[in-house]
């Protein structure tokens, strides 16, 4: 997606420890001019597709998530991060290992939200190892519900996570790959899609 | 709001110790069309007011604000929960007393996002002790912006928050305000507005 990929060369930055900071339109200020045009491309690429729920994960999964649904004309789901020990059996859990922040945390939907009969597309705004989007499939699984594909605005390609996510046999549509970057000289090589 | 006021009494849940259940379309699975309802009526009574930027607070303020800030064609910033000492100086910081968690959380702002000449709306879902909403009051302040308004879903108008912040003297627009509710009876009774 051009105008994606030109705003993260415009906007984004590249640090040191393979991070992207994009905080400026897709993280902590949100363009939400931008997110309708990503919302539409999710549309485009997803047309055809039988879906009847939006899935994303707390925080900056949300906004995007909600922009794309004006789109498909469903309701979203986000997954809460709970670091407290669940005790209720009404919801499905499942492990994740942060890449950015170190450690495991839990992640939970309400088993009311999640069940046989949906069919689910997984939105989120970035992919690098793939921890999260694993977790919200393991969910969807274990709902009974059906996974349509992925969404994701940024995929890290020198990072496991979507040839992870591919090789499990789920559909992903990252509107942006990123190939390569230099934190030295802030250049950001995309994949051609 | 009659179709909020109408949904809440529909699919919302009173609990005991004054909880209020919205998470079939609010907090946890969300009914985008609803959001919609809820953007265009939030930019029908801050219409006139001259509004650059909305700010919300992460988990789920995120989507209201979202959809919100379509009307008001500006983007989106989300302070950042964070429970970890601050210690760059490039970030606004408030604490929260949270009344649904009990203890204190630290809500952050990157200063890049939030500054003079800036004409800040603030969007939640709820409002209850009004913590968090004074939280991003004083985020807002801190960073010489002029804080515009409020405006906050649903507002348990039995506790103190709703008093607190108009007392303030900021201009709250609650789209529904409940005014009791019964946890034996299931009944919910809204402020005449």
Redesign the interface.
Known sequence: MKLLEDRIRRDGTVREGNVLKV???LN??????L??EIGREFKRRFAGEEINKILTI??SG??I???A??FF??????A?KSKTKNIAGDVYTAQVESFTHGGVYEII??K??LGEGDKVLLIDDFLANGKALEGLAKLIKDSGAELVGAGVVIEKGFQRGGEAIRRMGIRLESLAIVESMDCGTGEIIFRPQ
Chains 1, 2 share one sequence.
């Open positions: 905080d400026r339109f902590h200020q949100m363009d939400i001019e997110f309708q707390e925080a949300i906004g998530a909600c922009v649904a004006e004309h469903v309701p979203v789901v986000f809460k939907v309400s009311e939200f």
